[in-house]
């Protein structure tokens, strides 16, 4: 064996042969062969992804995240509230769902006494009466309450503070960021919540723009920096949450996060597909001498080159350039009737899961029946978060130094049933009851704002000798009435009945 390996080692190497010319210019040929067509297929991926690109307006969170915020709402709490901020901020169906809610009520509001006493001093009970109709009316509930709101559905919770003078008042927002929920108020339920005062570490020039309490709690967390959260005073404190039933903040609509993201998708697919379906590539096909030699091109491929770079560089948007030296075959993949169905059906999942009927904001048909029995769900959640600002409200009346004690209540209005209970207040009113108050406020007066109209109308300018009444049906005679009886609202007719309207109309209009 050791033989046969020596005699291995004393033969000479023989080194390769070289190239032939005909080697050398194959092997030429192939490399700038490869060289222009690395060029084209760069320059045909980057003009194919400029023109199917589809930008979204989700792009600062992904679908994952989501999903793993709302596995843990109570770890994820910033980053969900930070979410829902900026979902109002770029997606139309979510801050409409929003504003639905929060401009739903109309704040209407009758002042009412605790009880009368058996001997009490009229002109004295009147003063005290006008006392809290003035703070009422300065207060401008309807304005602040419509932010609080706003912040509230986007968030759970509002924090704020009071700033007031003699003749100002608004309530300052506070980030939830710096705020938690620390106690439950045993008079009234009301929360009360606490303000991390090392807020001001990094932020000391705004601290004297901030209210006494601010400045004067900050030198307590000064003094012992361990204890950064204080509570608030709740006589100038707000604290207002959408789910009260829970202590921790659950964005009330963070269950449709997750639709809001597909519904996105689905756009964003529909978008690039009908991008593809414009797209035009035109090709340019190198000729070959002899078909049966490979490789073998009439055209030197630098000046096939050449000429595709000029091609391409003055083609419209929409339109890119490829060079094959093979015949390339377009399919086009066939349009989905199912696209545009798609896409809705992510809208109504956005709405269904806020508990919204779609047809609020839109023109699909849906029966009145349907959307009525919607719009009282949403309403009974309305309601109840304006018994906590009643509350809170009512807490500040409280501390009033008065003999004579008022609340303040909220009807039970909101934009779409304000018709009806104008009309059932007013037929209450023919019939004597004592809702002379709440017609007023359901058609939008303050007490304070029904008191100075009455006077000026009937007392300063008799406004009631000088105008006739205007004509009605109860002041008109038969012949000038046409047959029938008037039409019935929406709200209260069924199905049947409003298909057969429908259908009425469009015979009419045709």
């Known amino acids: 064996m050791s033989n046969y390996i020596n005699k291995q080692n004393n033969k000479k190497f023989s080194p390769p042969s070289p190239p032939t010319e005909e080697e050398l210019k194959k092997q030429k040929f192939v490399a700038e062969q490869q060289k222009m067509f690395s060029s084209v297929q760069r320059s045909i991926i980057r003009e194919t992804n400029k023109h199917i690109s589809s930008n979204s307006s989700l792009g600062n969170f992904t679908t994952q995240q989501v999903t793993r915020f709302l596995q843990n709402p109570i770890q994820f709490e910033k980053q969900l509230r930070q979410l829902s901020n900026y979902l109002y901020n770029v997606s139309g169906n979510y801050k409409r769902i929003i504003q639905y809610f929060a401009l739903l009520p109309t704040y209407a509001y009758t002042i009412e006494p605790y009880s009368i006493p058996e001997k009490y001093n009229k002109e004295k009970y009147k003063k005290e009466y006008f006392k809290v109709a003035k703070e ?7 304005h602040e309450l419509t932010k609080i709101m706003k912040i509230a559905f986007k968030e759970d919770v509002f924090y704020g503070y009071i700033i007031e003078s003699k003749d100002t008042f608004f309530i300052m927002h ?8 620390t106690s439950l108020s045993g008079e009234d339920g009301l929360f009360n919540f606490s303000f991390d005062f090392s807020f001001f570490d990094r932020n000391k020039d705004v ?13 307590t967390y000064l003094n012992d920096t361990s204890q950064r959260f204080i509570e608030l005073s709740s006589d100038n404190a707000i604290c207002i949450k959408v789910n009260d039933e829970i202590e921790y903040p659950l964005i009330p609509f963070s269950t449709i996060f997750e639709s809001i993201f597909e519904a996105d998708q689905y756009k964003k697919i529909k978008m ?5 379906d414009n797209f035009l590539l035109l090709t340019q096909k190198i000729p070959q001498g002899d078909k049966n030699e490979v490789d073998m091109f009439t055209i030197n491929l630098d000046l096939a080159g050449q000429f595709h770079d000029m091609l391409s560089q003055s083609v419209p948007e929409g339109i890119s350039v490829a060079l094959s030296p093979m015949e390339i075959t377009a399919t086009r993949m066939e349009k989905s009737r199912n696209d545009q169905d798609v896409i809705q059906q992510s809208q109504r999942d956005i709405y ?39 509350r809170w409200v009512n807490r500040r009346l409280s501390k009033m130094n008065a003999s004579y004690k008022f609340h303040l209540k909220f009807l039970d209005i909101t934009v779409f049933n304000q018709k009806e209970k104008q009309d059932q207040l007013q037929k209450a009113a023919t019939s004597s009851m004592p809702v002379i108050n709440e017609y007023a406020a359901s058609l939008g ?42 039409k019935v609202d929406d709200d209260v007719v069924n199905e049947s009945t409003e298909q057969w309207r429908e259908t009425d109309d469009a015979q009419g209009e045709s």
Not at 174 to 181: G, Q, R
Not at 207 to 219: H, I, N
Not at 272 to 276: A, D, N, P, R, S
């Open 445 to 486: 007066m303050s007490p304070l704002d029904l008191y100075n109209k009455a006077v000026l109308e009937n007392e300063v300018l008799s406004l009631h000798d000088l105008l006739k009444p205007l004509q009605s049906t109860h002041t008109q005679s038969g012949k000038d009435n046409e047959g029938g009886r008037d």
């Open 174 to 181: 506070l980030d939830a960021d710096y705020c938690k929920i």
């Open 272 to 276: 690039q597909k009908t991008k593809m």
């Open 352 to 390: 269904s899961a806020a508990g919204v009927p779609q047809q609020i904001f839109n023109s699909e048909k849906n029966t009145a029946v349907g959307i009525n029995k919607s719009i009282v769900t949403a309403e009974q959640i309305l309601f109840g978060i304006l018994r906590q600002v009643e």
């Open 207 to 219: 601290l004297s723009t901030y209210p006494e309490e601010f400045q004067q709690k900050y030198q």
């Open 136 to 142: 009422l009316e300065k207060m401008s509930l309807r």
